[in-house]
């Protein structure tokens, strides 16, 4: 029975999955080598050994003095071996020498020469501290007793036990004798003998040749010979060890068989290992025949089993203790392949046999090979798999058979393979390879490759054209024929590319083709305007990012081109990188395009994305690549705007999934050129050093590396040694030269004296680095980032010139100076990484850069790659290098982290879309090709190939962990996200999952600096970072010479070595341990994040005492400066020693402010410092504020905040574009902060002292606090804040206001009560609604004045219908005038009047607005007047010269509640004084006129109702909630500020909104520009392309609306209808808009999208209303301002139109920290204020020139006619108002008309009596009131208009 392929015994020890049952601690094949290697580390005499030996025989006294003698020897052995190479190996060197000393008391040259052979150069004085301390050590014992430690040690290293040795076979299951013979397959076969003696005396009696000796006669036999040769040189001492019978039948067995040369020599490889292999291959199996005899290939095949795998067993303990056992899984395809060649080898073979049964006895063969077309052409598929983990193959088969046209792989296409085994892993590499195992290394040479390019003459050079185009930018550009390969993809289409080349195959070329075709339009002769064409490039690194951004910029230059790189402290406004190229790092793109930055998304302005080493998706940095590109992908599909993709890697095995993940058409867009096509071969060594002894380890490299860099420079090249650390550089390179003296071949390494040498001598010797003066004249230097930049220049210069043979560096050369070498050396492979706080290995991108430093094709015909590093991590590099093991995906350790940052921008808001989202992840792509290791069983991938159901619990299980950490709401029920301000922080700021987990636990607001450190301490970010013992010593000098606050934890754990960590960066304290600098500046570089991230969570949360706390914590880490330092510190300029003198004296920035320079220099002791001081106070950023109040009801007060800058600008210091500041409104009692703001003082506000204004509301709460503060600090400097103190002592809130109207329960009246049916027919419905029947009396049957507040939707329109009816029935002579607010309101009114009142009842409707003005004649006979109020006022300014005004008896205000608007709303005043003139002229003639007043709820309706003269009866006051339809609204808070991405925020919630609330009804969407109605529509059409039926709001035939756009003529209007979305705005044509809103109104187009002008204008039917942000640019004040409350109002109430719905809804989009003001006043009415205060000296004009004021007592009695003399004494505070006694009230106002009339007289408007009471108008004040104009104006004109004024000058003063 054939065995099963996958068993569980071996799933279960195997990465793949485990067992449910299965517990690994017991049997984990990982764990017990683990502990193997560790029992191998601990032979011999360890310092473990040592420190125990000492405790167990010393008393306790002496131990204490020992215990410093042994630091000593620690410290000298860190001194000797080096800090960067880890405790373990300091260990190791610290036992040596002790036992170097132990039996000897004095340093000798034999000692000198022992540990110089070990360690290298050393310092000799660390040598004697170590050798005297150990003796001090020593003088406790006896020679004896220390002898016989020495010996103990030596002795259980030989006595130790060799795993498996004790081990014996047992019968006991087996009732069989050995002897007794069995059948085999049937009575007629042979039988076998269980005697194994037996069978070994006839095999090899009867195979025996004259050269081939018997069993027993063992010593003349060839194999028998070798293969005991093996056994002893090689499998001595290790476990399971075949015998030499054993090993030797297999061979024959193997030579025995129809296998061929080359498969038998790989069975051969894989059997015994290089060793024997390469002694049998001398034979080259000539004399197979001779040495074998047919029978033999029908031996036991238990027995081949057995041994096959005891020596392979044998050979991987022996070479290779710690790895895993290798187990081969097989994909159907794969078995199929393996099927189908075993069963033509079968009939092969069994043809053969027939033909000839028994070789020919000369050994040559007479048959033809036997290996068919067939079997050839299929056999690089087979191969082709085994480049890839064999489970790999589920979904990965689907592009395994295709051939592509740019896949140039060898072993595709030839199967130039070899299969062999390097320890335990099986790998392919070319056949030019070799093994030599020496005693201390294992050497594996891949010699370089031919040059395969030539292969490839016949393709043309399409360059050509191109270089033509763009000569200026291939200036430099070496022309690769790989690139010429490329170019007709990357130049001359758009498809996507997936590039995996080898180093040096140009893909700076291929990115440089790539962004020239942004450039020049693919017709190549009309650029494309670059402005829409932004391209960005991500390098991995900050090296890689300079070096591309260097050459991108002289390549890009010429076209004027700006390329920027931006790494990540980094910050770039969205202006800039409009006018870039960028090039930065993943992360920092992915944060930027986690949040918006424009009115679109960042991702949207791109056009080609270039990622360079792509294979990093292996890596930790992967799931940032496979965020950036799902979420790009998505962008193109929704978008449907083109976004390049362009993959760059030069290793990449499974570049077939990659180009999946990346979505590149592997048939046009997939190139993969292997190590053939580099330009200048590479060959590439690895050397394996076998020692386990970690300083002995360290010896062993040296002296591989010596070897190396000695055989290189023997043969006149240039070698570059890479080590890890900056130390290691002198260290190496002295221990390189110590070597080469010692040998006498330190001639080869000594420059040439050449001319030009004595020049390079003498700039050496000006260097200031010693160690660069000291080697050079041995021909070495040494090159790292500690270094000077001059001196590195210097070495590279003198390296390139050939003046130095040997250079060691540390990998910074390799990727940021490209630096020619012949041979490059990489000399250990453990790199300290802080970000995992541990030794870990150095990484294959590092490798491969380091590796593309050899042989570079302008300075190399061929090069060479050495990497030297442990056995155990040899076949890791090799695998690696050769491209064997897929790269797989890190995704989903970080999942629930990149899901909450795409809930948090908003592209994913329910399951659905997460699992969608996954799917374009590399993720996705690797769970279908290796379910197994996504811990995916084979039954589920079969049951659920699309992995569906696996990423939706995916999915649901991480937003409930989400959920539960409050960084999302996840309604799992509807299975909707929902983000929070917690989640939107964490991903703006890049903060873990874990560690907000870590905040909502330990973070409050009443926590300390101290606490504060100590929570960030603990920070996931932080996690990796551990304490080692070396470090105790100086964290804890660290923590009391640098730690300003206390650190929880102490030295001891890891959040303690944190905080200390990062209070020493902050005071600026010097480290030395190599590890404690890379941990420091890793902190460091995320505690600033982190603590913003704080910092924001505080803002969110309102604590005002620890978001002070946070902001300075903030900026503490950014300037590493204490907030109790001067802020002066912050300043280079100034010398530390004045700095300090200023903190002695106690000189604060205010004091220094106030003193002269002269005064300053004095104290200072420093004459000509005091002006740079003074400069400096000066420049520090500060403000002045100044705050009035204004209660608008007893809960909610107006607060206007001016804020001046009060500092100079110097753009070296500041910038050049502002200073960002916080401001925040603070209650201290309450400890709460009601209102914050981020705002930015721009430049030339600084320069010109220009105030900025602030308007907000804030709530009051009774009993009125003593006060608030109004608190600004600097987001970026220290000391830089203000305090501005809002005192409620004088505060004078308004009155309580009365109740509302109730709605009584009325039975609703009929039409028929009208009692005319011309009237009754004009109406569509038989009764009133309640509202119109509780006034109807009122309105329709008395003459009273009327006040209607009543919702939008109320029927207000019909209510003053009925006032004009009253008016034709009772006044036929009379006019009725309607006043509405805006001039498209009138034209609504005068559509519809026009018929109904006009043609239907004969009277004349007259429009006088500013656009229509009808002659006297056509208005004296008008019935009804519509106007506005700014025409309304203009007309009767001269009431007294105009009979129709005064022939008014009914004026009609709709809106009323306007007159209330803000004070730069011209509306308000104009209204109030229109009534105010109404009811004066009423007065005067003696002819009263009804005022009729509409509005929506009021809250002082009363007061208005007073000052109309409306009585009790006319007072109709309801609640907002009385509607004929039920109005359901819904408020959304949007963070961000900044105006234009909040917008942008808003689009996916608004296309939710509809699908949810009104997926087929008709839908109104407010926006405040007619910009955003373009760019609303548009991103609404992206995200129908996503849907199923993207046209599902357009409701008509698409051939119908065709010929419909065809009429149109806005370009962005054809294109919206056409998806069923219109777009309404003043900017349309007349026709367009009368067609939108034709086609809305019939239901054809179910969206559209509007300013807010049409909330007033038109009356659309729509079920759902969506306000799309409550702010507009005023172009006045030039800032975005809020919509008055009302506009809201008027907006909302077009849902659910009586008519038209019987329900409605609202949803409002608003800037978070405004959406408590719009939840109180959407749902309570709106209290009426005043706003003609700032403009009555303009109305007061008007009345001066009309007559009506003719003195300042007449002035003062016109203002108490206005509404604003009834709310001043209602509502004293709102118009700074401090007491309401007839004193202070008449002072008040005499003060304001003082004011008003100087303004006026200043502006040559009027002029005051000699009395200085009477008034008489100017001829400038009549033009003035005549015009319209203000005051300012015409002051202005007067002043600059001049007789000979020109045109230009004319211009110059209007505008």
Same mark, same amino acid.
């Given at each position: 029975m054939a065995l099963p392929r996958l068993t569980g015994a071996l799933r279960s020890f195997s990465n793949v999955t485990k067992q449910d049952n299965y517990r690994g601690e017991v049997a984990d094949i990982k764990m017990k080598r683990s502990k193997l290697h560790e029992k191998n580390l601990d032979l011999g005499l360890t310092w473990t050994k040592i420190v125990k030996f000492l405790n167990e025989n010393l008393d306790k006294n002496e131990v204490q003095s020992v215990n410093e003698d042994l630091k000593d020897i620690l410290q000298a052995a860190k001194q000797i071996v080096g800090m960067d190479n880890g405790q373990e190996a300091i260990e190791s060197g610290a036992a040596f020498l002790f036992k170097t000393f132990c039996l000897k008391n004095f340093l000798g040259d034999n000692e000198i020469k022992e540990i110089k052979l070990m360690f290298g150069p050393f310092p000799l004085s660390s040598a004697t501290a170590a050798c005297k301390a150990t003796g001090r050590i020593t003088a406790h014992f006896s020679e004896d007793r220390l002898t016989a430690l020495v010996q103990k040690t030596e002795k259980e290293n030989e006595e130790r036990v060799i795993f498996g040795k004790n081990i014996a076979f047992s019968f006991d299951m087996h009732d069989l004798d050995h002897l007794d013979e069995l059948p085999v397959n049937g009575d007629d076969q042979k039988t076998i003998s269980l005697d194994y003696q037996k069978f070994l005396n006839e095999r090899f009696q009867e195979t025996c040749t004259p050269k081939v000796k018997s069993v027993e006669k063992t010593d003349g036999s060839f194999l028998w010979c070798e293969v005991e040769k093996y056994l002893n040189a090689t499998l001595r001492g290790t476990t399971e060890t075949p015998r030499i019978e054993d090993l030797c039948c297999t061979l024959y067995h193997m030579l025995a068989s129809v296998k061929s040369s080359d498969e038998l020599q790989n069975e051969l490889f894989q059997l015994t290992g290089p060793a024997l292999s390469q002694h049998l291959s001398q034979l080259q199996f000539q004399g197979r025949v001779s040495l074998t005899r047919p029978e033999l290939s029908q031996s036991?095949?238990?027995?081949?089993?057995?041994?096959?795998?005891?020596?392979?067993?044998?050979?991987? /303990?022996?070479?290779?203790?710690?790895?895993?056992?290798?187990?081969?899984?097989?994909?159907?395809?794969?078995?199929?392949?393996?099927?189908?060649?075993?069963? +033509?080898?079968?009939?092969?073979?069994?043809?053969?046999?027939?033909?000839?049964?028994?070789?020919?006895?000369?050994?040559?063969?007479?048959?033809?090979?036997?290996?068919?077309?067939?079997?050839?052409?299929?056999?690089?598929?087979?191969?082709?798999?085994?480049?890839?983990?064999?489970?790999?193959?589920?979904?990965?088969?689907?592009?395994?058979?295709? $051939?592509?046209?740019?896949?140039?792989?060898?072993?595709?296409?030839?199967?130039?393979?070899?299969?062999?085994?390097?320890?335990?892993?099986?790998?392919?590499?070319?056949? *030019?390879?070799?093994?030599?195992?020496?005693?201390?290394?294992?050497?594996l040479i891949i010699r370089h490759g031919f040059h395969f390019l030539q292969s490839f003459d016949h393709i043309p050079l399409y360059t050509s054209i191109i270089f033509d185009i763009a000569e200026k930018n291939f200036r430099g550009v070496k022309r690769d024929r790989v690139g010429h390969i490329l170019l007709m993809v990357s130049f001359f289409s758009f498809v996507f590319i997936n590039l995996r080349g080898p180093g040096g195959t140009a893909p700076f070329s291929v990115s440089l083709n790539e962004q020239l075709q942004r450039l020049y339009y693919p017709s190549l002769h009309l650029p494309i305007k670059k402005k829409k064409r932004r391209i960005i490039t991500q390098a991995p690194t900050r090296t890689t990012i300079k070096d591309r951004t260097h050459f991108f910029y002289v390549c890009l230059l010429p076209d004027g081109t700006v390329v920027k790189r931006l790494a990540v402290n980094q910050k770039i406004s969205f202006q800039n990188i409009l006018k870039c190229m960028l090039v930065t790092t993943p992360e920092k793109w992915d944060v930027m395009t986690r949040k918006s930055v424009g009115d679109v998304a960042l991702s949207q302005i791109v056009r080609l994305l270039i990622l360079d080493e792509v294979h990093l998706l292996h890596e930790d940095r992967g799931p940032v690549l496979e965020s950036i590109v799902a979420r790009t992908l998505r962008q193109v599909e929704s978008t449907q705007s083109m976004i390049r993709i362009l993959g760059l890697s030069a290793t990449l095995p499974n570049y077939l999934d990659v180009a999946m993940f990346l979505h590149v058409n592997p048939h046009i867009g997939l190139f993969y050129f292997d190590g053939r096509f580099r330009p200048v071969p590479l060959g590439q060594t690895f050397l394996g050093v076998k020692s386990a002894n970690k300083a002995q380890q360290l010896n062993n490299m040296d002296e591989a590396c010596y070897e190396s860099v000695l055989k290189q420079v023997k043969a006149g090249h240039q070698v570059m040694v890479f080590v890890h650390a900056r130390n290691a550089t002198v260290r190496t390179a002295m221990s390189l030269i110590e070597r080469a003296k010692n040998n006498g071949q330190i001639p080869f390494f000594l420059p040439t004296q050449g001319p030009e040498y004595g020049h390079a001598e003498r700039q050496v010797q000006?260097?200031?680095?010693?160690?660069?003066?000291?080697?050079?004249?041995?021909?070495?230097?040494?090159?790292?980032?500690? &270094?000077?930049?001059?001196?590195?220049?210097?070495?590279?210069?003198?390296?390139?010139? *050939?003046?130095?043979?040997?250079?060691?560096c540390t990998a910074t050369l390799a990727w940021g100076v490209n630096l020619p070498a012949h041979a490059v050396v990489i000399k250990g492979t453990q790199v300290y990484a802080a970000k995992r706080g541990s030794y870990v290995?150095?990484?294959?991108?590092?490798?491969?850069?380091?590796?593309?430093?050899?042989?570079?094709?302008?300075?190399?015909?061929?090069g060479e790659g050495i990497i030297i590093t442990t056995h155990d991590k040899l076949s890791h590099y090799l695998t690696l290098l050769t491209q064997q093991n897929p790269i797989e995906s890190q995704f989903l350790e970080s999942l629930a982290d990149n899901l909450n940052a795409e809930i948090a921008l908003g592209t994913v808001t329910n399951v659905e879309e997460a699992v969608k989202w996954i799917s374009y992840t590399y993720l996705?792509?690797?769970?279908?090709?290796?379910?197994?290791?996504?811990?995916?069983?084979?039954?589920?991938?079969?049951? @659920?190939?699309?992995?569906?159901? #696996?990423? !939706?619990? +995916?999915?649901?299980?991480?937003?409930?962990?989400?959920?539960?950490?409050? =960084?999302?709401?996840?309604?799992?029920?509807?299975?909707?996200?929902?983000?929070?301000?917690?989640?939107?922080?964490?991903?703006?700021?890049?903060?873990?999952?874990?560690?907000?987990?870590?905040?909502?636990?330990?973070?409050?607001?009443?926590?300390?600096?101290?606490?504060?450190?100590?929570?960030?301490?603990?920070?996931?970010?932080?996690?990796?970072?551990?304490?080692? @013992?070396?470090?105790?010593?100086? +964290?804890?000098?660290?923590?009391?010479?640098?730690?300003?606050?206390?650190?929880?934890? *102490?030295?001891?754990?890891?959040?303690?070595?944190?905080?200390?960590?990062?209070?020493?960066?902050?005071?600026?304290?010097?480290?030395?341990?190599?590890?404690?600098?890379?941990?420091?500046?890793? %902190?460091?570089?995320?505690a600033g994040r982190i603590f913003r991230a704080l910092f924001e969570i505080a803002l969110r949360k309102r604590w005002p005492a620890m978001t002070y706390r946070l902001l300075n914590l903030s900026k503490v880490i950014d300037k590493r400066l204490w907030c109790w330092a001067s802020p002066l510190r912050q300043f280079s300029v100034l010398p530390p020693h004045i700095l300090t003198r200023l903190e002695e004296k106690n000189l604060s920035v205010d004091?220094?402010?106030?003193?002269?320079?002269?005064?300053?220099?004095?104290?200072?002791?420093?004459?000509?410092?005091?002006?740079?001081?003074?400069?400096?106070?000066?420049?520090?950023?500060?403000?002045?504020?100044?705050?009035?109040?204004?209660?608008?009801?007893?809960?909610?007060?107006?607060?206007?905040?001016?804020?001046?800058?009060?500092?100079?600008?110097?753009?070296?210091?500041?910038?050049?574009?502002?200073?960002?500041?916080?401001?925040?409104?603070?209650?201290?009692?309450?400890?709460?902060?009601?209102?914050?703001e981020y705002f930015l003082i721009?430049?030339?506000?600084?320069?010109?002292?220009?105030?900025?204004?602030?308007?907000?509301?804030?709530?009051?709460? !009774?009993?009125?606090?003593?006060?608030?503060?109004?608190?600004?600090?600097?987001? /970026?400097?220290?000391?830089?804040?203000?305090?501005?103190?809002?005192?409620?002592?004088?505060?004078?809130?308004?009155?309580?206001?009365?109740?509302?109207?109730?709605?009584?329960?009325?039975?609703?009246?009929?039409?028929?009560?009208?009692?005319?049916?011309?009237?009754?027919?004009?109406?569509?419905?038989?009764?009133?609604?309640?509202?119109?029947?509780?006034?109807?009396?009122?309105?329709?049957?008395?003459?009273?004045?009327?006040?209607?507040?009543?919702?939008?939707?109320?029927?207000?329109?019909?209510?003053?219908?009925?006032?004009?009816?009253?008016?034709?029935?009772?006044?036929?002579?009379?006019?009725?005038?309607?006043?509405?607010?805006?001039?498209?309101?009138?034209?609504?009114? &005068?559509?519809?009047?026009?018929?109904?009142?006009?043609?239907?009842?004969?009277?004349?409707?007259?429009?006088?607005?500013?656009?229509?003005?009808?002659?006297?004649?056509?208005?004296?006979?008008?019935?009804?007047?519509?106007?506005?109020?700014?025409?309304?006022?203009?007309v009767s300014r001269s009431w007294q010269n105009r009979n129709y005004v005064q022939q008014v008896t009914i004026l009609i205000i709709d809106e009323i509640h306007l007159l209330g608007g803000y004070h730069w709303d011209e509306r308000g005043p104009v209204l109030e004084v229109i009534v105010s003139r109404t009811n004066f002229i009423s007065s005067h003639t003696e002819k009263p006129v009804r005022i009729v007043g509409l509005s929506t709820a009021l809250a002082n309706a009363r007061d208005l109702a007073d000052w109309l003269n409306i009585k009790e009866m006319g007072l109709f006051n309801f609640r907002p909630s009385v509607r004929p339809v039920p109005l359901e609204v819904h408020i959304q808070g949007f963070p961000g500020q900044h105006y234009c991405p909040r917008m942008a925020s808003m689009n996916k919630p608004t296309f939710q909104a509809i699908r949810s609330h009104s997926p087929a009804k008709p839908v109104l969407i407010f926006v405040s520009s007619r910009r955003q109605t373009r760019l609303t529509a548009l991103e609404l059409i992206a995200f129908l392309a996503t849907e199923e039926d993207p046209k599902q709001w357009l409701n008509m035939d698409?051939?119908?609306?065709?010929?419909?756009?065809?009429?149109?003529?806005?370009?962005?209007?054809?294109?919206?209808?056409?998806?069923?979305? *219109? =777009?309404?705005?003043?900017?349309? #044509?007349?026709?367009?808009?009368?067609?939108?809103?034709?086609?809305?109104?019939?239901?054809?187009?179910?969206?559209?999208?509007?300013?807010?002008?049409?909330?007033?204008? %038109?009356?659309?039917?729509? $079920?759902?209303?969506?306000?799309?942000?409550?702010?507009?640019?005023?172009?006045?004040?030039?800032?975005?301002?809020?919509?008055?409350?009302?506009?809201?109002?008027?907006?909302?109430g077009r849902a659910g139109r009586p008519q038209f719905d019987d329900q409605g809804k609202a949803v409002i989009l608003v800037h978070d920290i405004k959406k408590d003001f719009y939840k109180k006043f959407l749902y309570e009415p709106f209290p009426v204020e005043s706003s003609l205060l700032e403009v009555l000296s303009d109305h007061l004009n008007a009345e001066i020139a009309g007559g009506t004021i003719t003195s300042k007592q007449d002035a003062m009695d016109y203002i108490t006619w206005t509404y604003f003399f009834r709310r001043l004494i209602m509502n004293p505070s709102y118009y700074s108002l401090g007491d309401v006694s007839h004193d202070s009230v008449n002072k008040f106002l005499s003060n304001l008309v003082e004011k008003s009339l100087v303004e006026l007289e200043h502006s040559y408007c009027i002029k005051i009596g000699e009395d200085n009471r009477s008034i008489e108008t100017r001829t400038y004040g009549r033009i003035a009131s005549y015009y319209y104009l203000k005051h300012q104006t015409v002051k202005m004109f007067k002043e600059h208009l001049k007789p000979e004024c020109s045109v230009e000058e004319l211009l110059s003063i209007l505008s």
């Open positions: 036991c095949e238990m027995s081949f089993n057995s041994v096959y795998a005891s020596c392979k067993v044998a050979m991987s /303990r022996n070479q290779l203790n710690d790895n895993a056992c290798q187990h081969t899984l097989n994909s159907q395809q794969q078995q199929q392949n393996k099927d189908t060649k075993r069963k +033509l080898q079968d009939s092969i073979s069994y043809k053969k046999k027939k033909k000839n049964p028994l070789p020919d006895p000369t050994g040559q063969s007479r048959t033809v090979p036997w290996v068919p077309r067939k079997l050839k052409m299929e056999l690089p598929y087979p191969l082709l798999h085994c480049v890839n983990p064999p489970c790999s193959g589920l979904q990965g088969d689907i592009f395994a058979l295709q $051939h592509f046209e740019e896949v140039h792989c060898s072993r595709f296409a030839q199967c130039n393979v070899s299969f062999d085994f390097l320890t335990t892993a099986s790998m392919a590499v070319d056949c *030019g390879f070799k093994i030599t195992n020496c005693s201390y290394f294992t050497v000006r260097s200031r680095n010693k160690q660069v003066r000291e080697l050079f004249a041995d021909g070495f230097s040494i090159h790292h980032a500690g &270094m000077l930049r001059q001196d590195r220049n210097l070495v590279e210069n003198l390296f390139s010139n *050939g003046h130095i043979k040997v250079l060691v290995d150095l990484g294959i991108l590092d490798v491969m850069q380091i590796f593309g430093r050899a042989g570079r094709p302008q300075f190399d015909k061929f996705y792509v690797r769970m279908r090709a290796n379910p197994l290791l996504y811990g995916i069983s084979y039954k589920g991938y079969q049951m @659920d190939p699309t992995l569906e159901k #696996h990423r !939706e619990q +995916l999915v649901i299980e991480v937003g409930r962990k989400l959920d539960e950490a409050r =960084m999302i709401r996840f309604e799992e029920r509807t299975g909707y996200f929902f983000s929070t301000d917690l989640g939107r922080t964490a991903s703006h700021y890049y903060i873990k999952y874990n560690t907000i987990e870590t905040f909502n636990e330990l973070f409050d607001a009443h926590k300390t600096e101290g606490d504060i450190f100590a929570i960030v301490s603990k920070a996931e970010e932080f996690d990796q970072i551990k304490v080692r @013992d070396e470090e105790i010593e100086e +964290l804890d000098a660290l923590l009391n010479n640098f730690c300003v606050l206390s650190a929880p934890g *102490g030295v001891e754990n890891s959040y303690g070595k944190i905080n200390i960590l990062l209070q020493t960066y902050i005071s600026r304290g010097e480290l030395d341990s190599f590890s404690l600098i890379s941990d420091s500046a890793y %902190v460091a570089q995320n004091k220094l402010k106030d003193m002269r320079k002269d005064e300053i220099g004095h104290i200072l002791h420093h004459v000509n410092i005091g002006l740079k001081v003074k400069q400096c106070v000066h420049q520090i950023p500060s403000v002045t504020m100044e705050a009035s109040i204004q209660p608008i009801t007893r809960t909610v007060l107006r607060v206007t905040l001016s804020i001046c800058p009060d500092f100079m600008w110097n753009d070296q210091v500041h910038g050049t574009v502002g200073e960002p500041w916080w401001i925040w409104v603070e209650d201290p009692t309450n400890d709460h902060i009601y209102h914050s721009l430049k030339k506000q600084v320069i010109r002292k220009e105030a900025q204004i602030l308007v907000f509301t804030i709530p009051i709460f !009774e009993p009125l606090p003593s006060q608030y503060y109004i608190r600004a600090l600097s987001d /970026r400097w220290l000391g830089a804040e203000a305090v501005c103190i809002i005192n409620f002592q004088h505060l004078i809130l308004p009155e309580r206001h009365p109740p509302h109207t109730e709605l009584l329960d009325l039975q609703p009246l009929p039409v028929t009560a009208l009692g005319c049916g011309e009237y009754e027919a004009l109406y569509n419905f038989t009764h009133f609604n309640p509202v119109q029947t509780q006034i109807f009396h009122t309105l329709y049957h008395t003459d009273c004045n009327v006040l209607l507040g009543a919702p939008t939707g109320s029927g207000k329109t019909v209510a003053a219908e009925l006032a004009i009816f009253r008016v034709f029935n009772k006044y036929p002579n009379s006019k009725a005038v309607y006043i509405a607010p805006l001039k498209a309101l009138v034209r609504e009114r &005068m559509d519809d009047w026009k018929v109904r009142i006009e043609e239907k009842l004969g009277k004349k409707v007259v429009e006088l607005t500013g656009d229509v003005t009808p002659d006297m004649k056509s208005i004296a006979k008008a019935d009804l007047i519509v106007t506005t109020p700014e025409k309304w006022d203009g698409e051939r119908e609306m065709e010929s419909i756009i065809g009429t149109l003529r806005d370009s962005n209007l054809k294109l919206t209808l056409a998806f069923g979305i *219109g =777009m309404h705005h003043a900017g349309l #044509h007349e026709r367009d808009r009368k067609t939108v809103e034709e086609l809305f109104v019939n239901c054809k187009v179910q969206v559209l999208i509007a300013t807010s002008t049409l909330a007033w204008g %038109v009356n659309f039917p729509a $079920h759902l209303v969506i306000i799309k942000g409550t702010e507009y640019y005023d172009g006045k004040t030039r800032r975005y301002v809020d919509f008055p409350i009302t506009d809201v109002l008027q907006m909302m």
